[in-house]
């Protein structure tokens, strides 16, 4: 691909001369491009550039409706590229082409028209309850943001935290990974194309360890946005707390999906299998734990093998394929890595657990379905994030919340029944930080999204992405002219 450029810095592309990350197509194993990294002088000509905007008020000082016109624009201009857009995005991820353009594109354009709906309906607070005095509560963009974006879904992702850092008036840089950047390096083009001023979306692109470091710590950055893993987080949100940063973690995940016998049995299995296999099983909400209520287990466990059988595999760019290729080799080989672990400690393993034999070239993996009793066990523990499932089976509501919450993760949970008794309770029990009922993977973006534990700190959606990315001043005035205490008089 001809994209070669390091950085996007003041509306221009930059080459660094960092070494090349090679971009690698997962499906073909071919190399899109080879791009240079941006080291620590092309972070500091971005965050530079970053605060000059955000200074000098060229976007911040526009009115409300003259940003959303042009959030409104972005989204118009992500649409009409749609098909370019979903296909570099294919290329990059291995995402199946039909998902990168219904799914994570469309996500993108609606990003930003969400927050130009949201910021047009934001509002201040006013406290005149005193006599004497009104006080006034306000918010202003906080400055310059640093937004990681990971590789499993980086243009949706990428696009949230852009429109949500932007909307209220921020100037951003972007990081994605070193390992998808392309999607985010076109998507950050076509946000200029629509007019955008120079400055107020930055681009470097580089590994976690070079750029992303630097990113983090760079004193003109002053809040940072991380997706990603639960490891890498840490390191992040540490580096930005030695500096006092504001920072937001949306991590890793192995969350639970709970089919109860009162479940429409149908509708459950399709929410099983959209909940491990869409993506290629690379997401971080993934109903990675299958559990099953004993009474319709053999039942479910029969229909759910069947229908993985069936699943189409092969190239992203097929109209019909349902799971491609898994990112790269070394994740492949990991993925691979917990099925030896499963068999080693007395799994079944029911499906899969091989690399798919039926291609030459790409990392394509046999979806993988193992049952255990063992709620302890490896992989019902560490996230896999890939095509493997795991089924577990337990015979009571209070059995199910049990291993449910027997995780250090806490980021989705999802609940099949009928009963609405049970519902409002498995909600109440439930340690997640959203739970869906009767649904697989809806994305509320008025509400929060973020997890419990270990899978993040913080959230984003329109009142939250408000509350991080604005700081509040509280104004307090004179209603009439005060009789004050005169110092120093007598």
């Known amino acids: 691909m001809s994209i070669d450029f390091s950085a996007f810095i003041a509306g221009q592309p930059v080459t660094g001369n960092g070494p090349a990350q090679p971009v690698i197509n997962p499906a073909t194993e071919e190399t899109l491009a080879a791009i240079p990294e941006a080291g620590?002088?092309?972070?500091?000509?971005?965050?530079?550039?970053?605060?000059?905007?955000?200074?000098?008020?060229?976007?911040?000082?526009?009115?409300?409706?003259?940003?959303?016109?042009?959030?409104?624009?972005?989204?118009?201009?992500?649409?009409?590229?749609?098909?370019?857009?979903?296909?570099?995005?294919?290329?990059?991820?291995?995402?199946?082409?039909?998902?990168?353009?219904?799914?994570?594109?469309?996500?993108?354009?609606?990003?930003?028209?969400?927050?130009?709906?949201?910021?047009?309906?934001?509002?201040?607070r006013i406290y005149d309850q005193a006599p004497d005095h009104m006080t006034l509560v306000r918010r202003q963009p906080v400055g310059v943001a640093g937004l990681i974006a990971p590789w499993n879904a980086p243009v949706a992702l990428g696009a949230m935290k852009i429109a949500g850092a932007i909307a209220f008036g921020n100037s951003c840089i972007i990081k994605p990974s070193e390992q998808a950047p392309l999607g985010v390096h076109k998507l950050v083009e076509l946000?200029?194309?629509?007019?955008?001023?120079?400055?107020?979306?930055?681009?470097?692109?580089?590994?976690?360890?070079?750029?992303?470091?630097?990113?983090?710590?760079?004193?003109?950055?002053?809040?940072?946005?991380?997706?990603?893993?639960?490891?890498?987080?840490r390191a992040i949100m540490s580096a930005a707390g030695q500096m006092l940063k504001p920072s937001t973690m949306e991590l890793g995940g192995k969350s639970a999906n709970i089919i109860f016998d009162s479940a429409d049995f149908d509708q459950a299995v399709d929410g099983a299998l959209l909940?491990?296999?869409?993506?290629?099983?690379?997401?971080?909400?993934?109903?990675?734990?299958?559990?099953?209520?004993?009474?319709?287990?053999?039942?479910?466990?029969?229909?759910?093998?069947?229908?993985?059988?069936?699943?189409?595999?092969g190239s992203p760019l097929d109209a019909g394929t349902e799971l491609g290729p898994v990112a790269s080799s070394a994740h492949r080989d990991r993925i691979l890595s917990y099925a030896d672990t499963a068999r080693r400690e007395g799994m079944q393993i029911?499906?899969?657990?091989?690399?798919?034999?039926?291609?030459?070239k790409g990392f394509y993996l046999e979806p993988t379905v193992a049952l255990t009793d063992d709620p302890g066990a490896t992989v019902c523990r560490e996230e896999i994030f890939g095509p493997f499932a795991t089924i577990l089976l337990f015979d009571t509501p209070d059995d199910a919340f049990r291993i449910a919450n027997a995780t250090r993760f806490g980021l989705v949970s999802y609940v099949w029944t009928q009963d609405i008794y049970l519902a409002l309770r498995a909600q109440e029990e439930l340690q997640s930080g959203v739970v869906w009922i009767n649904t697989p993977m809806m994305r509320e973006l008025r509400a929060p999204f973020g997890g419990w534990k270990e899978s993040g700190v913080g959230a984003?959606?329109?009142?939250?992405?408000?509350?991080?990315?604005?700081?509040?001043?509280?104004?307090?005035?004179?209603?009439?002219?005060?009789?004050?205490?005169?110092?120093?008089t007598a």
Not at 208 to 230: C, Q
Request: glycine share 12%; charged share 25%; net charge positive.
């Open 40 to 124: 620590v002088d092309l972070v500091d000509r971005a965050a530079q550039a970053a605060r000059i905007a955000f200074e000098d008020g060229r976007w911040h000082g526009k009115s409300v409706e003259e940003r959303q016109a042009m959030l409104r624009r972005i989204a118009d201009v992500i649409d009409a590229a749609s098909d370019e857009l979903s296909a570099i995005e294919t290329a990059n991820t291995g995402i199946p082409l039909s998902q990168a353009k219904a799914r994570h594109i469309a996500r993108a354009g609606h990003n930003f028209r969400f927050f130009a709906d949201y910021i047009g309906q934001a509002a201040g």
């Open 191 to 233: 946000i200029h194309r629509a007019g955008l001023p120079e400055g107020v979306v930055n681009l470097v692109s580089g590994r976690g360890a070079v750029t992303g470091d630097a990113l983090v710590r760079h004193p003109e950055v002053d809040l940072v946005s991380f997706t990603g893993g639960t490891t890498t987080g």
């Open 275 to 313: 909940g491990i296999f869409t993506n290629n099983g690379q997401q971080c909400l993934a109903g990675s734990r299958i559990l099953v209520q004993r009474s319709i287990a053999d039942r479910f466990i029969t229909a759910f093998l069947e229908r993985v059988a069936r699943l189409r595999i």
């Open 350 to 360: 029911l499906a899969g657990g091989r690399a798919h034999s039926g291609f030459d």
């Open 460 to 488: 984003e959606g329109g009142l939250d992405c408000e509350a991080f990315y604005t700081r509040q001043k509280t104004i307090t005035l004179a209603r009439h002219p005060l009789a004050l205490r005169r110092m120093g």
